[in-house]
């Protein structure tokens, strides 16, 4: 019988430590999917970050405690002669994989580039009008007012080597909607402290320490290779961590969880995460193309959205889905955000006598025929959880047909604007409500709203997260943010499920806090002596 690719790696990856190639500084890890690609401004999502960090360096980061702290910019500010600009000084000494010097000519590209109708990355530079280099460790960047805010954006904004991009003809991002393949999406020369090896997307990526890192002297790095194995299998991602065949695991599965770090030479750190999961709804179009109701969508009556709203157990979830790892959630936004407020975050009960009734108010007695799109490999218990809202939807009369897929597929469809109703879980790296906002409210233009594919639009809310862009009030701005949350709360725009909690599982000789982005900076991971 033929091996899988993926029995494959991980025979691989176990032989290498039989045979003594891989010490103790050999990190094998394992998570439920890969990144979606190795183009760092193609897609703005987690998992695919979390390789990028390793192997390509942003202006900023936010450190294991989120706390903003420098990368290759040394320092920041807003001019005195200009409130509409930033400037930044840059790390010298810095080289790129290839030997390449890291200068502001990259990241004029760098910036330019991610502001590419391609670059999933856009959204983030919206106020930025215009990037311009001082010296050759000078930026300047003027937005369209003043925005003192700028550097939380640029916390996952890579910079590339222009010269690179230019020779293998990537100064345009990935089309990755379109399935577009360039040199960018299997090969990487960044200034991080990781090179890329070999990337076999799906099975197997390969990443060896960077000794001419800026930081090597500043941080532990005392992992000097990394071998990442993809396991879409929850079980058999925790039985590869159980027998020894990896050493970190990012998304242990809740069910195991005890055990895992009840196993010798096993722990489970935990943490609340950046992260919130919820359904969103096409109510846009005239028609959903995935459902029985002809001439008229559901989605588009706020009964019908209130009625599912209401429909959804979140607390049964929690405790038979999660085990417990999660907290119900009113809102699309975790604690951690500028412009919580557990006043907004109020969990509806359940009540599907009123669910029922408000269909029937809406034309819809006996409710209606929908696909409900949902990753199977992308969050913690994605699919269990969409299977258990199916139920409680069939409770009331909505027959949500559930199609369970790869993240690649889902989030190909979804941004292609295909999906009717679909799952979606978001994170907040400028730990701010605007990008919020932007990028899941604001109306779906070149500018904004990237992630918008609910069709929703309301003109007053727009003009409102324009401006607070601008506002350097903060008393002022905390009240825009205020009437937003309003407004989009009241038109139920999502349908909130939970705020994520985060666990690692890893072997007990590694000192690994959590961090709440769920973006393992190898680099910072020590061993115990």
């Known amino acids: ?15 290498t430590l039989v045979a003594g190639v891989a010490g103790a500084e050999t990190l094998r890890w394992s998570s439920a999917g890969d990144s979606l690609t190795m183009d760092p401004h193609a897609q703005n999502e987690g998992p695919t970050h979390v390789l990028s960090h390793q192997v390509y360096d942003t202006l900023v980061f936010r450190d294991q405690d989120m706390k903003l702290q420098p990368r290759l910019a040394t320092e920041w500010k807003i001019t005195e002669d200009d409130p509409t600009v930033w400037e930044f000084k840059l790390r010298e000494g810095v080289k790129y994989h290839n030997g390449n010097p890291f200068t502001a000519d990259d990241v004029v590209f760098s910036i330019m580039r991610a502001k590419h109708e391609n670059a999933d990355m856009k959204g983030l530079l919206t106020t930025v009008v215009e990037v311009s280099k001082v010296d050759d460790y000078t930026v300047r960047m003027k ?3 003043p925005n003192p805010l700028l550097p939380n954006n640029l916390t996952n904004l890579f910079m590339m080597d222009q010269e690179w991009s230019e020779a293998n003809n990537v100064t345009v991002p990935q089309n990755f909607k379109a399935g577009e393949e360039t040199h960018a999406v299997r090969n ?23 000794d001419e890192y800026w930081g090597r002297d500043q941080f532990p790095m005392e992992v000097t290779r990394i071998i990442h194995t993809p396991i879409r299998s929850a079980a058999t991602r925790a039985a590869a961590l159980l027998s020894g065949e990896i050493d970190f695991l990012l998304d242990p599965p809740v069910q195991d969880l005890e055990r895992l770090n009840n196993a010798a030479g096993l722990v489970v750190r935990s943490a609340p995460e950046n992260r ?31 009625a599912l709203n209401i429909a959804i157990n ?13 907290v119900p959630a009113g809102i699309v936004m975790a604690p951690f955000v500028d412009g919580y407020s557990a006043e907004i975050d109020i969990v509806p009960e359940v009540d599907v006598d009123r669910a029922k009734a408000l269909l029937a108010e809406a034309g819809y007695p006996n409710g209606f025929t929908v696909n409900l799109a949902c990753p199977n490999d992308r969050y913690i218990n994605d699919e269990a959880i969409c299977q258990a809202v199916t139920g409680m939807f069939g409770q009331i ?23 009717d109703f679909y799952m979606l879980g ?14 899941l409210f604001e109306t779906r233009t070149d500018k904004g ?12 809310a727009d003009a409102l997260i324009d401006a607070m862009t601008r506002e350097i009030d903060p008393v002022k701005r905390a009240e825009m943010v205020a009437q937003v949350w309003n407004l989009v709360q009241d038109d139920i725009v999502y349908l909130p499920i939970h705020h994520q909690m985060l666990n690692w599982a890893m072997k007990d000789n590694i000192d690994f806090p959590v961090q709440s982005e769920n973006y393992p900076y190898f680099k910072l991971l020590k061993y115990k002596k």
């Open 188 to 210: 990487a020369n960044g200034t991080g402290p990781f090179r890329l090896v070999s990337r076999d997307p799906d099975v197997r990526t390969e990443l060896v320490r960077n």
């Open 143 to 145: 937005t369209d007012g």
């Open 314 to 326: 979140r607390d049964a979830i929690n405790r038979v889905v999660m085990r417990g790892q999660s």
């Open 426 to 439: 978001w994170g907040v790296p400028t730990m701010d409500s605007h990008y919020v906002f932007h990028y």
């Open 449 to 460: 709203g990237s992630w918008n594919h609910t069709g929703y639009s309301n003109p007053e």
């Open 1 to 15: 019988m033929k091996m899988s690719r993926l029995a494959i790696a991980l025979a691989f990856a176990s032989s």
């Open 276 to 306: 919130t999961i919820f359904l969103g709804m096409q109510m846009g179009l005239p028609e959903l193309r995935t459902s029985d109701v002809k001439g008229k969508n559901p989605f588009a009556d706020k009964r019908v959205r209130e």
């Open 397 to 419: 009369g909505v027959r949500a047909r559930l199609d369970a897929r790869s993240r690649s597929i889902h989030f190909a469809e979804l941004q292609r604007g295909e999906l």
